[in-house]
């Protein structure tokens, strides 16, 4: 039975921060133990962690509220804390309704307990009657899919065999507030799937989600609201795309700074030739304020900025570029005189730049090549093979096959209307 709404948010927590005490090292004797009492300025062996700092939210009722960050970010501690499982240091918490939790493989199971004697156990962790858990029974094995394994102690369960069992069980004491900690990375694909199909029936029904991911696509696609939490600390809340983008600008500029203090991969001989009469010698991929950066987002701006010299007059270059992925397919190789830009001539130093408004390629990691070349491509004046290493994120993409997102539209009907035959 679903909590009233009155308008009070299920969970609520003012400035709640978490502190854990870290023991560096244990005495190895009383006689250790006591001559370090009388050691001037003697090191305690403990050290404070802080695994949340004045954080502040509240999820409403039907929410379906993501949380992103690293690992270590005090994710999963947040989610204990609301369930009751671990107590904050300060601040407060408030939660409304039934609770039920799949924070970690295996909790409220007993490994010597069959799968059948841990629904009963499990459910009635969850507030569920012997007479409720009976009139659920045959749905919960049903959903798990576990077939004559339920019948099985659990200690001779798989990772992705736990998962179902537990998320069969929470799905089926019909909480008000449902805590998901990524587990369900564990299942594979068609069970995945069947997941996501029972949360949206559960949302469908007034049922409310707090879910920890680190697939920021099925954040996107699920949640209404997000979180980013990172050191402990709130860094936004919002829509859902807002907060991934802020979080992924994050990466990408600690990646770019990282990335800043190693060289760029040397052009050994085999990965570079051509005549010299024009050299590119510098390549930049940069973002939409032209800040040269390593990782990028589908569909933002990405611009490929080349720095060239030739030594003479040289009449009618032709610059392009191509992009290759990690398996070395060749993605696309546009150039300038398919761009429709004609260069009369280049003589000292200039740059000519290739910019993608929208950047069609999906996650993953990519190789650029660049080059130079006559008109007639008879002469090569040089080319940099697959030299320049990037990465894309999802982003805003709700796409996750392939190579590129296509960016098309889906209607209904035959889609006529206000397109050209």
């Known amino acids: ?14 400035r709640v921060s978490k502190r854990f005490i870290i023991h560096l090292e244990q005495q190895r004797s009383f006689q250790e133990a006591f001559i370090r009492l009388f050691q001037k300025d003697r090191d305690t062996g403990e050290r404070e962690f802080w695994s949340l700092k004045d ?22 501690t947040m989610l204990k804390i609301i369930s009751g499982i671990l107590q904050p240091t300060s601040g407060e918490v408030t939660t409304r309704g039934r609770i039920a939790s799949l924070l970690e493989l295996g909790s409220g199971f007993h490994p010597d307990l069959t799968g059948r004697e841990n629904i009963f156990l499990n459910a009635s962790v969850h507030g569920l009657t012997r007479t409720q858990v009976l009139e659920r029974l045959d749905d919960i094995i049903a959903f798990s899919e576990l077939g004559d394994f339920i019948d099985m102690p659990i200690r001779h369960y798989s990772s ?17 507030l449902l805590l998901v900690d990524e587990v369900l990375a564990v299942g594979d694909a068609s069970f995945q799937l069947k997941c996501l199909e029972a949360i949206g029936e559960f949302r469908a029904n007034g049922g409310t989600l707090l879910l920890v991911s680190h697939d920021l696509g099925t954040v996107q696609a699920i949640c209404n609201r997000a979180m980013w939490l990172e050191d402990g600390q709130v860094q936004a809340v919002g829509s ?39 050299s590119i010698s510098k390549v930049e991929l940069c973002d939409v304020n032209g800040t040269p950066r390593r990782v990028f987002v589908t569909g933002a ?19 392009g570029l191509a992009i290759h992925d990690q398996a070395g397919t060749h993605i696309c190789g546009p150039n ?41 491509d008879s002469e090569m004046y040089d080319y940099h ?37």
């Open 301 to 319: 701006t990405m611009l490929v900025r080349l720095t060239y010299h030739a030594e003479g007059r040289v009449a009618d270059p032709i610059f």
């Open 1 to 14: 039975m679903r909590a009233v709404d009155d308008g009070r948010p299920l969970v609520d927590l003012d």
């Open 55 to 76: 954080v502040t939210f509240s999820v409403a009722k039907g929410d379906c509220f993501g949380i992103i960050g690293p690992n270590g970010s005090g994710k999963s």
């Open 385 to 421: 093979d697959r030299a320049y290493p990037f990465r894309v994120h999802r982003g805003a993409s709700r796409e996750r096959y392939g190579l590129v997102a296509l960016g098309g539209a889906w209607v209904a009907g035959d889609g006529k209307q206000g397109h050209g035959t």
């Open 336 to 376: 300038s005189d398919f761009g429709g830009l004609h260069i009369p001539y280049v003589e000292g130093e200039g740059v000519v730049t290739y910019a993608m408004p929208s950047l069609p390629l999906l996650e993953g990691s990519y190789w650029l090549s660049v080059s130079t070349h006559n008109r007639e």
């Open 160 to 176: 992705g065999m736990y998962v179902r069992l537990g998320f069969a069980v929470a799905i089926h004491t019909e909480p008000d």
């Open 240 to 278: 859902p795309t807002d907060v991934v983008m802020a979080y992924l600008n994050q990466v990408a500029e600690k990646h770019d700074a990282e990335a800043g203090a190693r060289p760029l991969p040397s052009l050994e001989h085999g990965r570079r030739w051509g005549t010299g009469k024009v």
